[in-house]
């Protein structure tokens, strides 16, 4: 009974040591944030939105509604060909794409779009030049809009430019 | 959720007692005493089969190892085969993986992997790309003997990396004198339509011995529970639920020779794996991409783009000497792995849009990555008295060269070594202690790498395009020292094990150099070239009792990382550099993390056991931006429930066994950017197997049903997790093995 009692004593203690370690405690840490930041370009004023049209040698004023549980980070947007019909749309509806063409002189635009710090929710409203002398066609107009924790959304449109 | 991880943690090891502690109390009548020496054992077994020497080799080797380690060998992979050689391993507690298709995967110790999980592949260590997550392991299942798996931190023996554990993979063993035989293995699988097939021949006369195996598996995309999914919201059909272009083939050659005596050992070692498999084509990484499905549907078998293809070469020589109490052994290695990746060119950030013809680089070669290493260990060890000395040295040269239109990595060669020592100190017959100490340098020079194309500095005006350096000439050195300390106490029934130690990693080329758009994560991944070689804490407890028809382990672990290496996603966004992507930058944190398995094991009856193992991990960063968030790819708790019968049939079905599997995973909601909550889910497998007997030629057949159900669940550790992938649909699998032997006689 001896060796029994000493073995008890080893792996009861060995136990309670490894409840210390496994720190079964309460838990101090307050909870994490993981929601994702919103981008929404359904409100009427918002511009572009999916299949819509920009002009060639003129002004359009980018506006979407940014928001975010905690606190927004940055928003970048990017606007590149997609005459080879590679996508990048996260919208259900679908556009009337023109045939697949070889690029000459695509516009090409990556813009960081600052936002003030301290934000939950932001209207953005940005003017964007649309050159003259670009190829004309199917585009894409991604935006990537980041929280202050690192949790990034992408809303990727189709557009055109006549 | 993270109180319900808690809660269940403390469940087990608040009930662990009750398990072991009511029959320590009243099971004395009936106790038998185990030898736990390494003495002959004085009660000779009336038969002697191999399996059971094996198996008591293993209980031994366990014994007096402090880590905590599993071994499985050749039947345990035959039986539970996966796509992989890491998938098969998977049923072990404490091992997951990172996955991508059905024939790759990369191993996951206790929730670190990458360059946290050292792979030792004929005693040396198997170099590839090991930091990518879509890169698998360039090993050939078949060709294995015995895997020895160690959790937990093994730097003292195995150097940089070994941070996490150790994956040790062993040959088969040496033919017996004067034989010739070898075997044959077929293959099929009806998830991913696959075939293939081992064949090995060996032979020894008196000291000469060879061993040779050719294997080769062929298969299609493979099929997943789900009709459409949505890549980042944008809907892709699935043809008959097959995954578009998963489709691979693998082939691989081995070659061992050399010469066994009474005190000299030495053999030759030469291999070649290929595999080139395809990736999703709706995400290639992880962007949504339309494709062309006509074609890509045509056959569920072609490899198109994109795609990769990796060539792992390997030249080994061992040899081992004894003489006195010494035994020497020597290993020397060269190994090369050359990945390349191949996508259609679509232009990115500043890239062109037409891809220029005056290029040296093919349009199609995405990436390329070429390795080579040459290795050298160098091992005494010695036996005085009640020690077990050994000393070691090792060394290691590296050059990796990149090719290919997009930027990760730089080109870049190292040069390291250790020494160490280790003692293993049998102060009697229960009681071992171990310690150890090892000392490392490595140097590690960078290469100089510029953009082929220009970017445009859109912050001055007027604007203005460049070239852009992407990684400057950098070279760094690093020194490390570090020790283990450790003890094994087996009385009877109950075992305990106990370690502690340092472990280390030097940081890795991407890790200081990264400065590139990572195409497929939508990152601007950039590198640190001031970071410190990575340290690790980490305590590691094993209890253990066997009785006659039942036996309980528990392991639990604590570790602590100082300075852990991090590739933090940050909330802002780089439009010069990093073309309009966020800024994911490598950083060091203070890292947290414990955990453990639980493994019980219940003989129901002679022929029907059942075994529970549970595993529960968890991470935090102590400090930086992602203070209070875990590590990527953590786990979620899991059980495994196992019910076998192993009946004895008759002389013509020996070891046949019926064995039914039901994991439990639950939900893993202690996610960090970029990850996706998963929801938890159950899976049931089968395996059934057995020897057929005809005359004195075997057979040995296993079958499996892996997720029996179909079940639709999402691996949160799986590469595909992200665009929201279900893992393989049911898979049945049928594996024969023919082993024979010809008549020799000798000349």
């Given amino acids: 009974m001896r060796i029994n009692v000493k073995k008890l004593n080893l792996l009861v203690g060995g136990l309670f040591l490894a409840a210390a370690l496994s720190n079964c405690s309460k838990d101090k840490a307050e909870p994490i944030d993981t929601t994702y930041p919103e981008i929404n370009t359904d409100s009427p004023t918002a511009f572009p939105k999916q299949c819509g049209v920009l002009k060639r040698g003129e002004k359009f004023s980018f506006k979407a509604l940014l928001s975010d549980n905690k606190e927004l980070g ?35 635009l990556i813009k960081n779009i600052a936002i003030p710090a301290g934000l939950k929710s932001y209207e953005l409203n940005t003017e964007i030049d649309v050159p003259a002398d670009i190829d004309p066609g199917d585009y894409h107009f991604m935006i990537r809009l980041t929280d202050k924790e690192g949790w990034q959304t992408i809303k990727g449109l189709s557009i055109k430019i006549n | ?105 990369k191993p996951l110790i206790r929730g670190l992997g990458f360059n946290r999980v050292l792979v030792v592949d004929q005693g040396l260590k198997h170099e590839g790309q090991q930091w990518g997550a879509d890169h698998g392991l360039e090993i050939d299942q078949f060709a294995l003997g015995e895997v020895e798996l160690i959790k937990g931190a093994a730097s003292f023996r ?70 459409t999914i949505f890549v980042y919201d944008y809907a892709v059909k699935l043809q008959d639920r097959q995954l578009r272009n998963t489709a691979g083939r693998e082939t691989a050659i081995h070659y061992t020779t050399g010469y066994i005596g009474q005190r000299f050992k030495s053999l030759v070692y030469l291999s070649n794996v290929y595999s080139k498999s395809g990736f999703f084509a709706n995400a290639h990484g992880l962007e949504p991409r339309n494709v062309d499905e006509e074609m890509h549907d045509a056959s569920s078998r072609d490899i198109q783009m994109p795609s990769q293809e990796v060539n792992h070469f390997k030249l080994i020589n061992r040899t081992e000497y004894r003489v006195n109490a010494h035994q020497f052994f020597l290993d020397l290695g060269y190994q090369r792995n050359f990945r390349q990746e191949f996508s259609q060119y679509v232009n990115h950030g500043f890239m062109p849009p037409v891809y220029p013809d005056t290029m040296s680089i093919a349009p199609n070669l995405e990436r390329e990555f070429d390795k080579q290493v040459y290795s050298f260990n160098l091992r005494d060890k010695l036996l005085f008295g009640k020690h077990e000395f050994t000393t070691g040295l090792s060394a290691e040269y590296q050059q990796n060269t990149i090719n290919g239109w997009t930027f990760l990595v730089p080109s870049f060669k190292q040069v390291s070594a250790g020494i160490f020592a280790y003692d293993k100190y049998r102060i009697n017959d229960d009681f071992l202690l171990h310690g150890a100490l090892r000392y490392d340098f490595s140097h590690l020079h960078m290469f100089k790498y510029t953009d082929w194309f220009a970017s445009k500095r859109t912050a001055n ?10 990684s400057e000439d950098l070279s760094r050195t690093f020194h490390s020292l570090v020790w283990s300390a450790g003890l094994n106490y087996n009385l009877e029934q109950f075992s305990l094990k106990a370690n502690v130690g340092k472990s280390f990693r030097m940081p890795i080329a991407k890790e200081l150099g990264a400065n590139g ?21 980490q305590a590691d407890l094993s209890l253990g009792w066997t009785a006659d028809k039942w036996s309980v382990l528990l392991s639990p672990f604590y570790n602590y990382f100082p300075n852990y290496i991090y590739l933090n996603p940050t909330s802002r966004h780089d439009d010069y550099y990093g073309a309009g992507n966020q800024v994911f930058q490598y950083a060091q944190s203070k890292v947290l993390r414990y955990g453990g398995e639980l493994q ?23 400090s ?101 992938l279900p893992e393989s649909g049911r898979n049945l699998i049928i594996s024969i093995k023919l082993p024979f032997n010809i008549p020799f006689h000798k000349s």
């Fill in chain 1, 74 to 108: 940055s928003v970048s947007v990017d606007i590149h060909h997609n005459f080879d019909h590679h996508t990048h749309s996260t919208e259900l509806q679908e556009c009337d794409m023109a045939p697949v063409k070889q690029a000459v002189k695509p516009f090409l």
């Fill in chain 2, 517 to 537: 758009v990572n195409y497929h994560y939508f990152s601007f991944e950039k590198g640190d070239p001031r970071l410190d070689a990575e340290h690790s804490y």
């Fill in chain 2, 158 to 227: 195995y150097g940089s990396d070994a941070i996490a554990g150790v994956i040790d993979l062993k040959p088969q063993s040496i033919p017996a004198k004067n034989s010739l035989g070898g075997s044959v293995n077929v293959l099929g699988k009806s998830n991913n339509k696959l075939y293939g097939s081992s064949v090995n021949l060996n032979g020894r006369q008196e000291n000469w011995f060879f061993d040779a195996r050719l294997t080769y598996q062929n298969y299609g995309d493979y099929r997943v529970p789900i009709d």
């Fill in chain 2, 1 to 105: 959720m993270k109180k319900f991880y808690r809660l269940f943690l403390c469940f087990l090891i608040c009930s662990v007692p009750i398990f072991i502690c009511s029959p320590a109390v009243f099971g004395q009548s009936h106790q038998t005493v185990q030898d736990t020496t390494l003495k002959p054992q004085k009660k000779a077994p009336k038969q002697l089969k191999e399996v059971i020497i094996k198996d008591r080799r293993q209980q031994l080797r366990k014994e007096e190892e402090a880590l905590n380690i599993e071994i499985v060998n050749s039947g345990f992979i035959q039986r539970n085969l996966g796509g992989s050689l890491m998938k098969s391993l998977e049923r072990l507690p404490g091992i997951k993986t990172i996955g991508i298709g059905s024939g790759q995967s």
């Fill in chain 2, 600 to 622: 019980l094991k219940l003989k129901l009856l002679k022929t029907l056991t059942t075994s529970f193992s549970g595993e529960y991990l968890y991470a935090r960063q102590l």
């Fill in chain 2, 624 to 724: 930086g931006d992602k203070k209070g968030y875990t590590l990527p790819f953590s786990p979620p708790a899991s059980a495994l429930f196992n019910l076998s019968w192993s009946p004895v049939l008759n002389e013509h079905f020996q070891k046949t066994y019926f064995s039914i599997d039901y994991r439990l995973t639950s939900s893993q909601h202690n996610i960090v950017p970029p990850e996706k909550k998963t929801p938890g889910y159950g899976l049931i497998d089968l395996q059934i197997g057995t020897e057929l007997w005809f005359q004195k030629q075997p057979v040995l057949v296993s079958l499996q049903a892996q997720n029996l159900m179909n079940t639709r669940y999402l691996n949160h550790t799986s590469f595909y997790r992200l665009i929201g």
């Fill in chain 2, 461 to 470: 005006a007027p604007a203005a395009f460049e070239k852009l350096v992407r």
